[in-house]
């Protein structure tokens, strides 16, 4: 088989020929529907990059021609949220008028931050895209707004929304309004406003948004609920959708991987969640995305791997993570990098407090008050309980104000259990080394064995812990995601 160096990768790899654009093809002799089953094909042998790159070679050629280029619209090319999937009709129906200079634009702000290499120049494009009449065209509009979100441009993206909602040419059109209503709602969710963002999610849903993006509603709505504590409203709608196994063939899985792992994450499920991010990551990893600002799904994944004893794995997903997110450059990227770091380097105080300045400048109300409870645990589990106790009263207080009651509840319940610990004169330090064998999943035979105990003395001991943290279990114990000794 003959074999072409991809220079234009700058990795010097070997691309076969027969999957490479023909050298200086120019805009007459492309079609968009070869370069679709292309990439697809690439993607069905597992040569992720290699599809990748063949899009970028196709963006960077649009790009650079005029418009007016005749073909299939530029859909299922490049991931977007909501976008029409590779089989979509949408994809496949010819264009008299060519490809406009928008969908160009789109697609090209979109490769950029999926890429997540190049941060001012995909806000750049998002920007010019925008400023475009052709801009205001529902799906061009969707792409370029959730660019700039990516880009910790919130405030710019919430006044584009909210002026586009004021538009007679919205106003007028329903889908047009349920489209810009989804974006609004997932700007409320981004910069700390769960409750306004479900608000706005549940009427859209009720008022049955159009098909293309419905599965996203129910996902950005699933993420709303968990912050807003209603665990067991997020599992119902999952349900009532037909989401809650395996997502075979349904539209956007990647959106729902995210937000049905943050529910099993909340509900102390490690294992399934890590199955649902680590999905949610093949998914992606199929379409070229390796921006973390995207979906975090390696971050989510470390700390559920961790919290289930697979060291290994958490450590080389926070790795990759940190390296994405650096590149990337926003804060809310890098804080989340770091939070799960420091939670699978041991959870020490001061790689916590880190995070929490970082984060602490973000939007991310949310994420900051996770990071603020796992230092709040950290704090109680080292002894310096008096500001552990300062820390969750904070937690406890800005959630309630944010609306976070997911976080409220649990600082509430911390401080309950430190209440009692303290009336009990605190762990032992078997006690403390029992919970913890215990936490990683260790059966009660498993620590006898290795502390050369009775299973009667280790279930002894653990009753203790139980009885003196204020827990009913094993599961209780495994939510102490910083460690007891």
Known sequence: MEHDVDRSAGTGRRVPAEWRLPDGLGLDGLSLERVRRTRAELVERGRWGEADQVVREVIDLLAAG??????????????????????????????????????????????????????????????????????????AFWCGVLVLAHADELDTA??????????????????????????????MWLGGDPGGAAKVLGGSLRRDVCRQIRSVAVAWLVSALVDLGELSRAHDLLLEHGFSGTLAGVQDRAELFMARGALRFALGQYDRALEDFLDCGRDLTAWGVTNPAVAPWRSRAAVCANAVGRTDLAQALVSKEMAAARRWGSRRSVGLASHAAALVAGGEPASLREVVAVLDGTDAVGDSLHARYDLALALGTRELRGEARKALEAVRDTARRRGYAMWSGRAEEVLARMTALDRAGGLTRQERKIGELARTGRSNRQIAEEQYLTVRTVEFHLSRVYRKLGLTGRRDLKAILTPLS
Request: charged letters at 20%; proline letters at 8%; a neutral charge.
């Open 66 to 139: 005029p418009a007016g280029v005749r073909g299939p619209q530029l859909g299922g090319l490049v991931y977007v949220p909501g976008g029409p999937s590779p089989d979509d009709s949408q994809c496949a129906k010819g264009d008299v008028a060519g490809v406009p200079e928008e969908q160009r634009l789109a697609a090209r702000a979109v490769q950029l931050a999926n890429r997540g290499v190049d941060r001012a120049g995909a806000v750049a494009t998002a920007r010019q895209l925008l400023a475009l009449p052709g801009g205001r065209e529902t799906g």
């Open 158 to 187: 919430m006044d584009l929304s909210v002026r586009a909602m004021r538009s007679p040419d919205v106003i007028d059109f329903g889908e047009a309004r349920g489209v810009v209503a989804l974006l609004v709602a997932r700007l």
